[in-house]
């Protein structure tokens, strides 16, 4: 399965971006997670396909949400009220398997730059 990951950019502290993560088939989860500068990477939040049940981290709930467009295999990240702190680089991952250990299938990623 291959994941391509857009809707990264450039926005000023207090903005929105959606994020978007096209799978090239279904899944049985997605996740976001990003890496900043620096930093290791850190898990966002994730969502199950077969009832669109979601998690997002604390550091981004209330901020960030995650949903899914079954007609295009297609899960988004919501971004709103963006930090500085919120800059980095945003992947999606999925598994097709409940018994997967990991995720085994990885996006290229796609920056995102939060001017203060």
């Known amino acids: 399965v291959q994941l391509q990951a857009s809707g990264g950019g450039l926005v000023q502290a207090g903005g929105s971006l959606r994020l978007s993560c096209a799978a090239s088939a279904s899944l049985y989860r997605t996740a976001w997670f990003r890496q900043a500068p620096g930093k290791e990477r850190e898990f966002v939040g994730r969502?199950?396909?077969?009832?669109?049940?979601?998690f997002v981290a604390m550091s981004v709930k209330g901020r960030f949400t995650i949903s899914r467009d079954n007609a295009k295999n297609t899960v988004y990240l919501q971004t709103n009220n963006l930090k500085p702190e919120d800059t980095a680089v945003y992947y999606c991952?999925?598994?097709?398997?409940?018994?997967?250990?990991?995720?085994?299938?990885w996006g290229q990623g796609t920056l995102v730059t939060v001017s203060s």
């Open positions: 991952a999925g598994v097709s398997s409940p018994s997967s250990s990991w995720w085994d299938y």
């Open positions: 969502i199950t396909w077969s009832d669109d049940s979601t």
